[in-house]
């Protein structure tokens, strides 16, 4: 089948961020109490908002949470990101070879997107073709962004690709009745990632972007 559209989600599927995002958010719950490691936040919070993972965490931590947790969580990653952010391996050349029309839907915000965007020089490519958490009033795992976009970008959602790394992204594309694919070519994919966005739903694995390549021409 032919798409009209691709959705890429961010963390994990245009920038390998999620390593970074994660270890960052466990070094600053277990600072404010909370001990927290880099694999429990894999599991628990990734693929969503953090409007949407803070009553979780506040249940968890017994108490509320510190009012500038998200800013300092912002401020230390976008301050590691000239180190630590680069592009998932293959998302350069697929975007350069690829026809179809693009956006992203993402529970980040504009500002961190924007860090990836223009340290990967792609910000040309999703210009005005960005849709955050902010855009809605349900998260991941509703359908509401993935909606959203295809609104925006005047396509069919039958007629759209999701690109997902998530469990929550995952659930989301298959909500909004269009084709996902879980992608696990990022640096936290852990095992049995694959398994587990199959579970919730995924049309499609792959582990490289030459296999999403591979399986739209096929």
């Known amino acids: 089948m032919t798409y009209d559209l691709i959705i890429f989600d961010y963390d994990g599927v245009v920038a ?13 719950l277990t600072a404010i109490g909370l001990p927290t490691t880099l694999d429990q936040v894999l599991a628990a919070y990734t693929g969503k908002r ?17 009012e500038d947790f ?3 969580w912002f401020a230390t990653c976008r301050a590691r990101a000239p180190s630590h952010l680069k592009p998932v391996p293959g998302l350069i050349d697929f975007i350069a070879t690829r026809a179809e029309a693009r956006c992203i839907a993402s ?20 210009d005005g073709a960005v849709f955050t958490g902010l855009n809605v009033e349900r998260g991941k795992p509703h359908p509401d962004i993935f909606l959203h976009a295809a609104r925006s970008m005047n396509v069919d ?9 998530s469990e ?21 994919v852990r095992e049995g990632h694959a398994e587990r966005l199959a579970a919730r ?17 096929h």
């Open 16 to 28: 390998d961020s999620e390593v970074l995002n994660s270890t960052v958010m466990a070094e600053q």
């Open 201 to 217: 739903g995924a049309h499609h694995l792959a582990d490289s972007y030459a296999a999403v390549s591979a399986l739209m021409d």
């Open 157 to 165: 959602p039958a007629r759209a690709l999701v690109i997902e790394d």
């Open 107 to 126: 529970s980040s915000g504009p500002d961190w997107i924007g860090v990836g965007l223009e340290l990967f020089g792609l910000k040309d490519h999703f």
């Open 168 to 188: 929550a992204g995952v659930t989301a594309g298959v909500a909004a009745g269009m084709t996902v694919v879980g992608l696990t070519a990022g640096a936290h």
């Open 70 to 72: 998200h800013t300092n």
């Open 50 to 66: 953090w409007r949407d993972n803070r009553p979780v965490v506040e249940a968890a931590l017994g108490r509320a949470c510190p």
